[in-house]
T-cell receptor, first 113, second 108 residues
Framework: DAGVIQSPRHEVTEMGQEVTLRCKPI?????LFWYRQTMMRGLELLIY????????DSGMPEDRFSAKMPNASFSTLKIQPSEPRDSAVYFC???????????FGPGTRLTVL | QKEVEQDPGPLSVPEGAIVSLNCTYS??????FMWYRQYSRKGPELLMY????GNKEDGRFTAQVDKSSKYISLFIRDSQPSDSATYLC????????FGTGTRLTIIP
């Protein structure tokens, strides 16, 4: 299995621009998670899906952030408009059941100038 | 106060030493306890998983959970340079809550 796939691996953009991060979970995994990691706050859960349906988006910082999962093999996290404080590493993870091991992707390193 | 507290380090120890990493938590509802290892510029990967108080051993690694004290530990015996990474504790009821991670360096 290829594992969780994320793209792009690095993104540098200017404040105010729209950013779209992409994730392909492991085939057969029903849960998909989006996390953000910073030095100050560590790894924070933003939102998670079960069978393509958003279950808990309480970690989404504000309305500038949105996430979709149109099918079982693809999810996007969008930031519009982006701000410098959004600079972080964004991870996608997936698993078969809620309490199972989560498998993380390699992350997208976002820099907003 | 954060739900999960973890000393960020950094922690540097000589090769072969015993390493102790610790986390405390405030939510008594947490049922599952995990340790993840994260190498530089990589995603976290599961190292140890337990759901009860007591010790769990896997090779050179031992995870310890004390629910009465709300305290978990990870011990690494005979530490190797390849153990150099950031170690994240995590715990859950329905969703994972992570500590901020401890950066560990094993000096050859």
């Amino acid at each position: 299995d290829a594992g969780v796939i994320q793209s792009p691996r690095h993104e540098v953009t200017e404040m105010g621009q729209e950013v779209t991060l992409r994730c392909k979970p492991i085939s057969g995994h029903d849960y998909l998670f989006w996390y953000r990691q910073t030095m100050m706050r560590g790894l924070e859960l933003l939102i998670y899906f079960n069978n393509n349906v958003p279950i808990d988006d309480s970690g989404m910082p504000e309305d500038r952030f949105s996430a979709k999962m149109p099918n079982a093999s693809f999810s996007t996290l969008k930031i519009q408009p982006s701000e410098p404080r959004d600079s972080a590493v964004y991870f996608c993870a997936s698993n078969r059941a809620q309490t199972d091991t989560q498998y993380f992707g390699p992350g997208t390193r976002l820099t907003v100038l | 106060q954060k739900e999960v507290e973890q000393d960020p380090g950094p922690l540097s120890v000589p090769e072969g030493a015993i390493v102790s990493l610790n986390c405390t938590y405030s939510n008594s509802a947490f049922q599952y306890f995990m340790w993840y290892r994260q190498y530089s510029r990589k995603g976290p990967e599961l190292l140890m998983y337990t759901y009860s108080s007591g010790n769990k051993e896997d090779g050179r690694f031992t995870a310890q959970v004390d629910k009465s004290s709300k305290y978990i530990s990870l011990f690494i015996r005979d530490s190797q340079p390849s153990d150099s990474a950031t170690y994240l504790c995590a715990m859950s009821v329905e969703k994972l809550t992570f500590g901020t991670g401890t950066r560990l360096t094993i000096i050859p």
